[in-house]
């Protein structure tokens, strides 16, 4: 069965440090993984995604994120974080063996940016 | 840009009275979700419609919930009754294999049960 953890309840950084929020998954096949972030009373917005190809993958608000394949992990990361980044994000994979149908979210890590 | 429209985005109900929640997906999307997120937490898919059918509702109390797609467009999710434990927001989402499978969410509904 697919799994997805996110090790990390919370992350906190000061502004224009670089971030990482870690995510490590398990699937029988290859994966498609996600990232997603969630504002206050908001739904999830789409940040980025890997399906195949180049390992570093470069998605919305100046994130990217990096497949390693061995190590089973898609860690989210941005070189200069800011106030604005703080916020709900979540790491999600869909098993592309199993039909593809079902997306496994993370249950969430928390990015603390401060000022 | 095109968005998932979901109604109401706040409810306040009693317990064991019924609550529905809608979704108008993204134009053209056949794969329709609706998750349950509660406080805190990651969220759950509750029931996964491909264009009218239902493909996976395994997670879905179907003793209380239900949720349709008559005309695979729009859906409903119902519950009835309602019990405080159901507190919880409520997204719905869809995909396309156009989209690359991801899904985009709406802005969700939240529940509220008294």
């Known amino acids: 069965a697919q799994s997805v953890a996110q090790p990390e309840d919370q992350v906190n950084v000061a502004e224009g440090n670089p971030l990482t929020v870690k995510c490590t998954y398990s699937v029988s096949g290859n994966p498609y993984l996600f990232w997603y972030v969630q504002y206050p009373n908001r739904g999830l917005q789409f940040l980025l995604k890997?399906?195949?190809?180049?390992?570093l993958v470069k998605g919305s608000y100046g994130f990217e994120a990096e497949f390693n394949k061995s190590q089973t992990s898609f860690h989210l990361k941005k070189p200069s974080a800011l106030v604005s980044d703080s916020a709900l994000y979540f790491c999600a994979v869909r098993d592309l063996n199993t039909g593809g149908f079902k997306t496994i979210f993370g249950a969430g890590t928390r990015l603390f940016v401060k000022a | 840009e095109a968005e998932v429209a979901q109604s109401p985005r706040y409810k306040i109900t009693e317990k064991s009275q019924a609550v529905a929640f809608w979704c108008d997906p993204i134009s053209g999307h056949a794969t329709l979700y609706w998750y349950r997120q509660i406080l805190g937490q990651g969220p759950e898919l509750l029931v996964q419609?491909?264009?009218?059918?239902?493909?996976?509702d395994s997670q879905l109390p179907k003793d209380r919930f239900s949720a349709e797609r008559l005309k695979g467009v729009d859906s409903t999710l119902k519950i009835q009754p309602a019990e405080l434990g159901d507190s919880a927001m409520y997204l719905c989402a869809s995909s396309s294999p156009r989209s690359g499978n991801t899904i985009y969410f709406g802005e969700g509904s939240w529940l509220t049960v008294v």
């Open positions: 890997y399906i195949t190809g180049d390992n």
């Open positions: 419609f491909q264009d009218e059918s239902v493909v996976d």
